[in-house]
């Protein structure tokens, strides 16, 4: 988002930072071709009875893991919150996790994985719980970088709901970093993003850390 840029500044598609794809079949089996080629060079013979259909299933899973350019028509619909304005209103965390995922390092086009939790402070709206599994899949389901996808969740999450806070910890393995280059079995790598009262009440997030797992293993 560009600096002095507010959240009304932008609409939903630009905020969701949506590409929707319209790729012919033409297209499609173009593509098909180049990766028969791109096999080939790197020693598969693509010509056996369990190879012949690798090229197509290739830029089929492809283009199925990356379908989160394409947005999400059940993911914007935000509810009035049940706090009624009572003490305890920014204090009550609404906390989903953990949500599983997937997705490709932009830098390699390697797969990530692992899982996701999302908090919220809510101030006037809240969001349907499945929504939250919605907007993960939305972010991972592109050609990514971990740290990227937990400040568009918070963004997003900011400009629906405009809540008192938003925290957001995702923790993957990286194949890029298990099957090339140092080729280390590595610890999962783990980041936060803690906007509003989390970033400013250390026991609320302290809070949200402990529902993560975060007090059973080391960061």
């Known amino acids: 988002m560009a600096q002095n840029q507010g959240y009304d500044d932008f609409s939903m598609d630009e905020l969701l930072q949506l590409n929707k794809r319209n790729i012919s079949p033409e297209?499609?089996?173009?593509?098909?071709?180049y990766m028969a080629e791109i096999f080939s060079a790197f020693g598969m013979d693509i010509n056996t009875p369990s190879t012949v259909d690798t090229?197509?299933?290739?830029?089929?899973a492809l283009y199925e893991s990356t379908n989160g350019y394409d947005g999400d028509p059940k993911l914007i619909k935000a509810f009035p919150k049940e706090c009624r304005g009572e003490p305890d209103c920014r204090l009550s965390q609404v906390i989903e996790g953990p949500?599983?995922?997937?997705?490709?390092?932009e830098h390699?086009?390697?797969?990530?994985?692992?899982?996701?939790?999302?908090?919220?402070?809510?101030?006037e709206k809240i969001l349907?719980?499945?929504?939250?599994?919605?907007?993960?899949r939305l972010y991972t389901k592109r050609f990514a970088v971990q740290e990227r996808i937990g400040y568009q969740i918070a963004d997003?999450?900011?400009?629906?709901?405009?809540p008192h806070g938003v925290a957001v910890f995702l923790r993957a393995k990286h194949m890029c970093v298990e099957m090339r280059g140092v080729r280390e079995i590595s610890p999962a790598t783990r980041t936060t993003v803690f906007r509003g009262v989390y970033?400013?009440?250390?026991s609320l997030r302290a809070e949200?850390?402990?529902?993560?797992?975060?007090?059973?293993?080391?960061m």
């Open 27 to 33: 297209n499609i089996k173009k593509f098909e071709g």
């Open 55 to 60: 090229p197509r299933r290739f830029i089929e």
């Open 99 to 105: 949500i599983f995922f997937h997705s490709l390092c």
């Open 108 to 123: 390699h086009v390697f797969p990530f994985y692992g899982e996701a939790y999302i908090g919220y402070v809510g101030n």
């Open 128 to 136: 349907g719980i499945s929504k939250l599994t919605r907007l993960v």
């Open 156 to 162: 997003t999450l900011e400009a629906i709901l405009a």
């Open 199 to 202: 970033a400013n009440d250390p």
């Open 208 to 218: 949200f850390l402990n529902v993560c797992g975060l007090n059973k293993q080391a």
